[in-house]
């Protein structure tokens, strides 16, 4: 157990600040809020749970962690990685279809975290020890571009913004039918469907879930949609789509309708991210053409 005793000078610090700065010189911010968030962190013999507590002269915090780094778990994998924009703090990739974002149930070294900690080594010690840098993810089978934490400052604002809805995320999608609007706003709590452990649902004691779309294109009975998330819920717009009656093409979980003979996913693609760079502030527009399977499947139906 380590104690600190909160000076004058350390007075109205944030809690997980603090921590970095007085653990091991290896420990970063992340490392802090994850054992606050872990119950080894106590004030006065309260456990704290809330990262950004302020401290106040005369509080002794107890640790049971050292801040030790531990040795991530996550494995590099050297799997190339079509890079879309780059810089000292932050990259932003073009998923491919079949590639899940970090490592999970039947997924352990060829997702997206893998392939960015070969990539970029120093971010093993971001974010979460088994997905390092990731601040946001795409379902597998939904290819586009995904931004990710190269340093610690990059990482804390960019989950921030996430949470605030700060960055602009617009997808592309091929529908069933033809919405009776040229443009809609689904408005819908999503939760964790009762009935399938895998799957979400429109649940009025969910989440507050919200999707803006356009139709941009017809083809015969499929309409060709642009789609921007106010909120970014799990699986947040196949549930949608489905739930007003306009499953995405392809999605074998919501909506189940008959998929084009000549394309084996869901058609869904994230096309553009637009946000504030989170560390110099400057306006970033990184855009991605529809990949070439996609292209094929709509050019079948003119």
């Known amino acids: 157990m380590t104690e600190f005793a909160i000076t004058e000078e350390q007075s109205g610090k944030r809690l997980d600040v603090f921590l970095s700065e007085h653990w091991d010189e290896a420990a970063s911010r992340s490392v802090a809020q994850r054992a606050i968030k872990a119950g080894e962190i106590s004030i006065d013999g309260i456990t704290i749970s809330r990262v950004s507590a302020k401290l106040t002269v005369g509080q002794v915090i107890q640790a049971s962690s050292d801040g030790t780094v531990a040795p ?3 494995i590099k994998s050297n799997i190339p990685l079509d890079i879309a924009y780059e810089d000292e703090h ?3 990739i073009n998923k491919v279809v079949g590639m899940t ?7 352990i070294d060829d997702t997206v975290a893998n392939a960015a900690a070969y990539k970029w080594p120093k971010i093993v010690k971001i974010g979460e020890p088994d997905r390092p840098g990731i601040v946001h993810r795409l379902d597998k089978d939904t290819s586009g571009l995904m931004v990710i934490a190269l340093t610690e400052p990059a990482y804390i604002r960019l989950s921030e ?3 605030n809805h700060e960055i602009t995320r617009i997808y ?3 529908v069933h039918g033809i919405p009776k609007s040229q443009k809609g706003v689904v408005d819908a709590p999503i939760g964790r469907s009762p009935y399938y452990r895998k799957r ?3 649940d009025e004691n969910g989440r507050h879930s919200r999707t803006h779309y356009r139709v941009d294109y017809q083809f015969g009975d499929f309409a060709f949609l642009e789609i921007q998330l106010e909120t970014g819920r799990m699986h947040q717009i196949r ?3 489905d739930a007003i009656g306009h499953p995405v093409i392809g999605d074998q979980t919501y909506g189940r309708q008959k998929n084009l003979p000549n394309l084996n996913r869901q058609f869904l693609h994230a096309s553009k991210l637009e946000f504030d760079h989170p560390v110099t502030g400057k306006r970033l527009s990184v855009t991605s053409e529809l990949p070439a399977d996609l292209t094929r499947a709509l050019e079948a139906l003119l």
């Open 200 to 202: 979400q649902a429109i």
């Open 172 to 174: 592309s999608a091929l």
């Open 72 to 74: 991530t778990s996550i």
């Open 161 to 163: 913004m996430i949470r």
């Open 239 to 241: 549930v949608h789509m």
């Open 90 to 92: 932050i990259a932003v």
């Open 101 to 107: 974002a970090h490592p999970g149930s039947g997924h």
